[in-house]
């Protein structure tokens, strides 16, 4: 089956720098690649989401980034604020089934 | 996501008892999923289903078990042969299973706690 692994597992970044998280997958026939965030105690929520067919996608401050041949894609966070402070999750999915990352706990420091 | 609801919010079990965890949604989703998540550790998959009277074990179903008589409907009952099953549990639903990109939502959890 499917082994997504998800790097750094911990990452603080000073307010207003940038965060990257970076995650790989097994299975060639993943297409779809979503990105959670967590906050302490609630349910993951959808921040943004890749498929297969796209490179690179944006939404105001966050982007995503796949490599189909790598079997890689990132999340990248611009101008970190306190409220970026969680817990993300990355995962992939070939339509049956979602494979989550391990997750990246980030800490944006005031 | 607000169409997932599950319950209780927290609930504790007794050693030697069974308890079901309940979830209902209203989004017409197909697929519906239950996650277990141990303190600072990812989400692994317990059981899933597709479809109405069908479900599939996950990577950790011993001592799980599930039912979906209706599709809004997918209970969880953790069972005495469970034996460390304090976690959070969260409940998930997507549009059809077998179709690429659709992405998976989430309930609001449920915390168990063996006492």
């Known amino acids: 089956g499917e082994n997504v692994e998800q790097h750094p597992s911990t990452l603080s970044v000073q307010e207003g720098d940038s965060a990257v998280i970076k995650c790989t997958y097994s299975d060639s026939a993943s297409n779809y690649f979503p990105w959670y965030k967590q906050e302490l105690g609630k349910r993951p929520q959808l921040i943004i989401d890749?498929?297969?067919?796209?490179g690179e996608k944006k939404d105001q401050r966050i982007a995503v980034t796949l490599n189909k041949t790598a079997k890689h894609f990132s999340l990248h966070i611009t101008e970190t604020q306190p409220e970026d402070s969680a817990v993300y999750f990355c995962a992939a999915s070939t339509g049956n089934q979602f494979y989550f990352g391990t997750g990246t706990s980030l800490t944006v420091i005031p | 996501d607000g169409g997932i609801t599950q319950s209780p919010k927290y609930l504790f079990r007794k050693e030697g008892q069974n308890v079901t965890l309940s979830c209902e949604q209203n989004l017409n989703h197909d697929a519906m999923y239950w996650y277990r998540q141990d303190p600072g550790q990812g989400l692994r998959l317990i059981y899933y289903?597709?479809?109405?009277?069908?479900?599939q074990k996950g990577d950790i179903a011993e001592g799980y078990s599930v039912s979906r008589e209706k599709k809004e409907s997918f209970p969880l009952t953790v069972t005495s042969a469970q034996k460390n099953p304090t976690a959070f549990y969260l409940c998930?639903?997507?549009?059809?299973?077998?179709?690429?990109?659709?992405?998976?939502?989430f309930g609001e959890g449920s915390w168990l706690t063996v006492v």
């Open positions: 890749i498929r297969s067919n796209v």
């Open positions: 998930a639903s997507s549009i059809a299973g077998g179709t690429s990109g659709n992405t998976i939502y």
């Open positions: 289903s597709q479809i109405v009277n069908d479900f």
